[in-house]
């Protein structure tokens, strides 16, 4: 049943190509099927609001920063472009405003193309990784200049400006200039700036990478509101994985050029389509194995050193091909009570880390590291060169494709 | 009334922080000052007192003081109606001898020529006449000797010598002078040319300083936008010229503009003008020449400004709806302007004070109010009028200056 799911998840945003075939052939339960609902109830492609279709880009000539791209996103939606630096998701967003041309394929808004239509013609607002407040403009002329170019009466000006920091709340701001602000004083503005106009699109481009981590919680939470108050459709770029599961409805895994998976936080989290999503989003631990028998939906996997794990068949392609398997560490069970889980295996405790809310346990199992995150509840004692048993479900751990 | 105690122990308090706080900053404070103390002494050797000392020069002026000590008394008590009694032509009559003996009338007859041109030779004639005068009455005899001391303005003159401050240079460099009755005039025309020259010196160094502004601005804009590679063979290109000596581009400009020269050669080979074209010794070659020297003189400051710029300005602008025309205009210009007002205000001082290039590219009429101070320093050895036309180019310079910062405004600009 988890498989099926899987597989309508990546469904509307499908990976092609001969430039990775690769990763085509990896990704084959989603290529090419016609784009279905998925089971975060976004609409299909037909009603998309933003659409990329066969979206290609280089730079150079050579190497291509974003391949064969297709993504629906849905109206009202806030969907996050995830991926580590250099992936091609700022480009992404680049394009989608406007300020680089895809060198390929075509976009588009409303079910209109925006091929030739520059920036600011668009309607989109955006939020910068730095702000991009104008410095020589107080908070009230950086919000009144969208407003401005769009030749808005002076009433109605004043009105939206002062609707527009109070919902972030910094009414009392407006004479400031950005300089006199602090860092997520500027960064708000920089929102409502984005959002006074009333755009139908709103891009954020990292806005919260310069902040600091509890400012940074906090902002999340505040755009988390701000979008679910105005309805506007958001597309946000972070290399933050915790971010990204936090505010997003849907997010889109980036990795050299390609959507590696787009689904829900908790699809993404629970079930990670692939080794690079498995390894990227969240913490797992990764075992290196092959396939020794296959059963429907669940495998048996060697690994070296530790024996058989039998295994959720994910990304794995035919008995006697390498796998990576994937487990979170916070579904490890220690000391099991005996044929409880069909994986047991004898472990020692290396290392513990404690971290407040939880214990990290860092245990050795036939030569292999696995981590173990124990919560902070139930005063577990286990002390470093202890002996015992660890174990975990079937479901818990993933084959995928090896890497 | 405890209160009150807690006040005032609490300012105590205060105040013994502040001391502390003095204390332990005193050797900062101390290691800064030795840091800076010989630059500082330098400067005030080399530059501080010359400066002030020239200065001094354009309102200082004893030599009638010191040369001519009686007359100057005795017409203490002169009315300045008619002419002064026996009393003070027996004081001048005795000045003269002295002048003579030490053969010092050469430096009166060159002060008095300032003032009253023409009398030096006369006043060195009657010095040496005058030398063998040895009773009186002294006032029908002087005046035998020479007429000029039947003037009322030479009388006048010496009663101005009193003082060993005078105006007399200052007024020259705006075009006035003294009257026979001591009163302010106007220099007549055919010698009033120190306006026109600070008038020529302005609408030059305006027009270059225009010239460069919109030359380099555009170049800038591409310097700071520009990938580093291409940037830095550009920037290479425009500083190539700053490293070399101005004296060598000046006369390359010569080569370039003469009757012969290149580009009269160029122009009529092409069949674009018929006979050569006077392009040497002009108003044309001079702000060519001196705008091609400050070019990266006001270049440089504007590119520093853009290259702060963050590029998302213009694109925050652009996805909020401006045009490319609108977003540059209302959100990348105004943040050069510190950059445009620093490059502009440093090209417009350096070319007040210009010149070599002027004397050498430009004609008569194109010469600035340097070339006259050169020129009063060196040829005609009056240190007076140097000093104030320099004095007066020294204001308006620092008046300008506190002019086009006001109206910059440049500290709201570096804020943020």
Redesign the interface.
Same mark, same amino acid.
Do not use: F
């Given at each position: 049943m988890h498989h099926l799911a899987d597989r309508r998840l990546v469904s509307s945003a499908y990976l092609g190509g001969s430039a990775q075939s690769d990763l085509t052939r990896r990704n084959k339960c989603s290529a090419g099927q016609a784009p279905a609902l998925g089971i975060t109830g976004m609409p299909g492609a037909n009603d998309a609001f933003v659409k990329f279709s066969d979206v290609q880009k280089t730079y150079d000539g050579k190497t291509l920063v974003v391949k064969k791209l297709n993504l629906d996103i849905a109206r009202g939606e806030f969907l996050t472009l995830l991926g580590p630096s250099g992936s091609g998701k700022t480009t992404t967003l680049m394009m989608l405003a406007g300020f680089e041309v895809p060198t390929q394929g075509r976009i588009f808004i409303d079910g209109r193309a925006i091929d030739n239509l520059p920036p600011h013609k668009r309607d989109i607002g955006m939020v910068f990784q730095n702000y991009a407040l104008f410095p020589h403009m107080t908070v009230e002329e950086n919000l009144a200049f969208p407003l401005k170019v769009r030749k808005r009466g002076k009433m109605e000006i004043k009105d939206r400006i002062t609707r527009a920091l109070d919902m972030v709340r910094l009414g009392d701001y407006g004479k400031r200039l950005p300089g006199q602000l602090s860092g997520g004083q500027q960064q708000r503005v920089a929102l409502a700036r984005a959002l006074c106009f009333d755009p139908n699109l709103v891009l954020m481009d990292e806005p919260l990478g310069a902040l600091d981590k509890q400012l940074r919680d906090q902002m999340q939470l505040e755009i988390r509101r701000i979008h679910k108050a105005l309805g506007v459709t958001i597309v946000y770029v972070t290399h933050d994985q915790s971010e990204a599961l936090t505010m997003s409805d849907r997010i889109a895994v980036f990795n050299d050029g390609l959507i590696h998976q787009l689904a829900s936080p908790a699809g993404l989290y629970e079930q990670p389509q692939n080794a690079f999503v498995a390894q990227f989003v969240g913490d797992n631990n990764l075992l290196r194995g092959k396939v020794i028998d296959m059963d429907g939906a669940s495998c048996t996997v060697e690994v070296s050193g530790m024996g058989n794990v039998h295994a959720l068949v994910i990304n794995a392609e035919a008995v006697g091909r390498p796998v990576l398997i994937s487990l979170r560490p916070e579904r490890v069970k220690l000391n099991p009570a005996p044929g409880s889980l069909p994986n047991t295996l004898n472990a020692r405790v290396e290392e513990l880390i404690y971290l407040g809310d939880h214990v990290r346990v860092r245990v050795s199992v036939g030569g292999h590291d696995l981590v173990i995150k124990l919560p902070n509840s139930d005063g577990v004692q286990v002390h470093e060169g202890a002996q015992l048993t660890i174990g975990w479900k079937t479901q818990d751990c993933r084959a995928l494709d090896a890497g | 009334m405890a209160a009150t105690v807690a006040q005032t122990a609490g300012s105590e308090k205060n105040m013994l922080l502040r001391a502390e706080l003095r204390r332990s900053e005193r050797w900062g404070k101390l290691r800064a000052f030795a840091l800076v103390l010989p630059l500082l002494l330098f400067l005030v050797i080399t530059f501080v007192f010359p400066i002030g000392r020239m200065l001094f020069n354009a309102v200082h002026d004893d030599t009638l003081l010191t040369l001519m000590p009686r007359t100057t008394a005795a017409l203490a008590a002169w009315d300045g109606n008619d002419l002064p009694g026996e009393q003070v032509f027996a004081a001048l009559a005795k000045d003269l001898r002295d002048t003579w003996e030490q053969k010092t009338m050469g430096s009166v007859a060159v002060r008095m020529n300032y003032e009253l041109p023409g009398t030096g030779s006369q006043f060195t004639s009657s010095a040496r006449k005058a030398s063998t005068l040895l009773t009186g009455p002294y006032k029908a005899a002087l005046i035998q000797i020479d007429p000029l001391w039947e003037r009322k303005e030479v009388w006048n003159f010496f009663k101005r010598g009193a003082s060993p401050f005078t105006a007399y240079y200052l007024l020259r460099s705006v075009d006035y002078q003294y009257g026979a009755d001591s009163q302010i005039v106007a220099t007549p025309p055919e010698t009033a040319i120190f306006r026109d020259a600070f008038l020529r010196t302005f609408g030059i160094s305006v027009g270059v300083t225009a010239a460069t502004f919109l030359l380099g601005f555009p170049v800038a804009y591409l310097l700071a936008t520009l990938s580093p590679k291409s940037s830095n063979l550009l920037m290479i290109l425009i500083v190539l010229p700053f490293w070399t000596s101005m004296l060598v581009r000046t006369v390359a400009w010569v080569v370039l503009l003469q009757q012969n020269g290149v580009v009269n050669q160029a122009l009529v080979g092409l069949h674009i003008i018929s006979h050569p074209a006077d392009l040497i010794f002009t108003r044309f070659a001079t702000i060519v020449a001196m705008t091609q020297i400050q070019l990266p003189v006001t270049l440089l400051p504007i590119y520093s400004v853009m290259k702060t710029i #963050?590029p998302?300005?213009i *694109? !925050? !602008? *652009?996805?909020?709806? !401006?045009?490319?025309f609108? !977003?540059f205009w @209302?959100?990348y210009f #105004?943040?050069t302007l510190p950059g445009i007002a620093a490059g502009c205000l440093l090209t417009f001082i350096l070319c007040l004070g210009y010149y070599l290039t002027p004397a050498l590219v430009g004609g008569p009429s194109d010469q600035m109010v340097g070339y006259f101070i050169a020129n009063y320093t060196n040829k005609q050895i009056n240190w007076g009028l140097a000093s104030a036309l320099s004095a007066l180019l020294l204001v308006a310079t620092l008046l300008l200056y506190y002019v086009f910062n006001k109206l910059v405004d440049v500290n @709201?600009?570096k804020?943020?």
């Open positions: - | #963050p998302s300005h *694109r !925050a !602008a *652009r996805s909020l709806g !401006a045009g490319s609108y !977003a @209302r959100v #105004p943040q @709201r600009l804020i943020g």
